[in-house]
């Protein structure tokens, strides 16, 4: 039921964002130089590397590592991608590996191809083994804000409560979270 319902919904919001898809690619390409897409190598089930999409946000030549091991990750922000970043806005294009089945809707965020220690935890509490998703239970609990070990623990939380109705929820969450900006540090 949840593969059909990320199948549905991910066709779907592809159609209703299309337009502001559309927009966002023109911002990207006009206010900096390189593609508008950023192809970012992420760990999925079972630990298997997929090229996940994104706006990009950061200049072309960015060191690949999660942006809070940059020194002064500003520098290195397009002119919108601090905007794009606040707003939720660069992650739209993932809604493209929901529909060929490399991320679900709810699911943890899928970790850096490099975030060693993440993986390895990961992996020894079970969590490798879920679809990762465009949002899930430790994004609205503090995303950015967590430290390594509280992320998995939430990620557990949902490992064992995970249905429908959970997942329903934590899409609800995630929308009030995404309206009010809430958890983002960069």
Not at 42 to 59: A, L
Request: hydrophobic share 45%; proline share 5%; glycine share 8%.
């Amino acid at each position: 039921m949840k593969r059909s319902f990320d199948l549905v919904m991910s066709f779907l919001a592809m159609t209703i964002f299309f337009p502001l898809i559309i927009m966002v690619t023109l911002l990207v390409k006009l206010t900096s130089k390189g593609p508008a897409l950023y192809w970012s190598d992420r760990v999925g089930v079972g630990n298997v590397i997929f090229k996940m999409p994104k706006f990009r946000t950061m200049q072309v030549g960015t060191p690949a590592v999660a942006t809070h091991l940059l020194s002064d990750s500003g520098q290195y922000l397009t002119p919108v991608g601090s905007f794009l970043r606040k707003s939720s806005l660069d992650e739209l294009p993932q809604l493209w590996s929901i529909l060929v089945g490399d991320m679900s809707f709810v699911g943890p965020r899928p970790a850096l191809f490099n975030q060693d220690d993440l993986i390895t935890l990961r992996t020894q509490c079970g969590v490798d083994e879920l679809v990762p998703g465009l949002t899930g239970w430790a994004q609205i609990n503090g995303r950015d804000e967590l430290s390594i070990p509280d992320k998995v623990q939430y990620e557990v939380e949902y490992l064992q409560k995970k249905s429908f109705w959970f997942d329903m929820k934590i899409l609800g969450l995630t929308f009030l979270k995404v309206a009010r900006r809430a958890g983002v540090s960069h």
